[in-house]
């Protein structure tokens, strides 16, 4: 079992940055991600991450914008947004696979979530 507490969320101005995180207990992780879904919108990735930080994924929209990083020591996952725009607007989900492999970009590749943390950017 994985418990997922997220933080960072807030309201920031376009061009502007935040940092989440994502904070894990219970047992070892291994691949992990982050998701986003804006009003109307069906849920997508946002990054995906192995457990040792060999292999990263990134949704192409947010690519050069957006860093996953993860510290295993602290069991955490991070998401470094910079220059966000309205179109980043959404609640942003962390996920954890409960068996080992490669990150994966699908919602049904995860096992655990966290329970959303919204991101609000104005124009």
């Known amino acids: 079992q994985v418990q997922l507490v997220e933080s960072g969320g807030g309201l920031v101005q376009a061009g502007g940055s935040l940092r989440l995180s994502c904070a894990a207990s219970?047992?070892?992780?291994?691949?992990m991600a982050w998701f986003r879904q804006a009003p109307g919108k069906e849920r997508e990735i946002v990054a995906a991450i192995s457990w040792g930080s060999f292999n990263i994924y990134y949704k192409e929209s947010v690519k050069g914008r957006f860093t996953i990083s993860r510290d295993n020591a602290k069991n955490t996952v991070y998401l470094q947004m910079n220059s966000l725009a309205p179109e980043d607007t959404a609640v942003y989900h962390c996920?954890?696979?409960?068996?080992?492999?490669?990150?994966?970009?699908?919602?049904?590749?995860?096992?655990?979530w966290g329970q959303g943390t919204q991101v609000t950017v104005s124009s």
């Open positions: 996920a954890a696979a409960g068996r080992p492999g490669p990150p994966r970009a699908g919602v049904h590749d995860y096992d655990y």
């Open positions: 219970g047992a070892r992780t291994s691949a």
